[in-house]
């Protein structure tokens, strides 16, 4: 059997994506189909790491958001992320495997606080980690605190799971004309000012050489092949 060609990998997981074909909120159905893909990945003994989004809940930069002070509206994003963290978790528990959610804000009676040696801890014992509340700053987004904890846990590259299948020259949802990459290093990603990940993602992971492939959380087994090194999504390298 070939074995995966990861180790240790960060998995983000959109807020939006947990959404499904809903307006809002999480999607039962979708979160049971995400939880049994990550399940197929943690049986070949990968060590996962999840950051979950909000923008599902609240994204601070939303029309719901407007007039609000900007922190403000961030904090009450984090506060999404940790909602969805919890179910995620749960949902992770009905099938089998066991998550651990440690959060960047305290919210001593709802989640561990995130403490780096606990979650190494927890990785090198064959649990899943979910990393909730984003990096627990404001201006920030999910995908950063993805290659903040990608980068701190030391994990071999992180994988963006979205709603599309990779980066294109164009947001394909709007330019139905952009191709897709299969490949594109950060300096060009960055100066063409790709959109499927914010600048300061991108900047951190090419100073700590980590690199990110992004695929399509809605195509079935993409992440696994992901994780067998098989032809899926896009990499951005360094
Ligand atoms: N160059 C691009 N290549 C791929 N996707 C892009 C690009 N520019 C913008 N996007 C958009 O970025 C989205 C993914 O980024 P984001 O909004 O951060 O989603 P997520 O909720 O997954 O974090 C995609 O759904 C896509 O519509
Ligand atoms: O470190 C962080 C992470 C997230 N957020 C807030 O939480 C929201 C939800 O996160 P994100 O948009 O990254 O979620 P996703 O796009 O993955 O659903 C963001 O819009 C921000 O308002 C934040 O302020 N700091």
Redesign the pocket.
């Known amino acids: 059997m070939t074995k995966p060609a990861y180790k240790r990998v960060l998995l983000k997981l959109?807020?939006?994506?947990l959404m499904g074909d809903d307006a809002f909120g999480i999607n039962r159905a979708t979160i049971d189909r995400m939880v049994a893909d990550v399940a197929e990945v943690a049986e070949l003994g990968v060590e996962l790491a999840v950051v979950i989004?909000g923008?599902n809940i609240f994204r601070g930069v939303a029309p719901g958001a407007q007039g609000m002070d900007r922190a403000t509206a961030d904090y009450m994003g984090m506060l999404a992320t940790v909602m969805n963290a919890l179910a995620l978790a749960d949902a992770m528990r009905h099938a089998g495997i066991t998550a651990r959610v440690m959060s960047a804000i305290s919210i001593e009676q709802v989640v561990e606080p995130y403490v780096r040696p606990k979650a190494l801890q927890y990785l090198e014992e064959g649990k899943v980690v979910v990393f909730a509340a984003g990096t627990g700053n404001p201006f920030f987004?999910?995908?950063t605190a993805a290659a903040l904890r990608g980068s701190e846990i030391s994990a071999e590259i992180v994988l963006?799971a979205?709603?599309?299948d990779?980066?294109?020259?164009?947001?394909?949802?709007k330019d139905p004309s952009?191709t897709r990459y299969d490949k594109i290093s950060f300096d060009e990603a960055i100066s063409k000012h790709?959109?499927?990940?914010d600048a300061t993602a991108f900047a951190l992971c090419r100073d700590q050489k980590l690199p990110i492939k992004?695929f399509s959380i809605v195509k079935p087994g993409a992440l696994k092949r992901v994780v067998m090194g098989e032809d899926e999504g896009t990499l951005v390298h360094v």
């Open positions: 959109s807020g939006e994506a989004g923008g987004t999910t995908d963006k979205t709603k599309v990779g980066v294109y020259t164009a947001d394909p949802k952009a790709l959109q499927v990940m992004v």
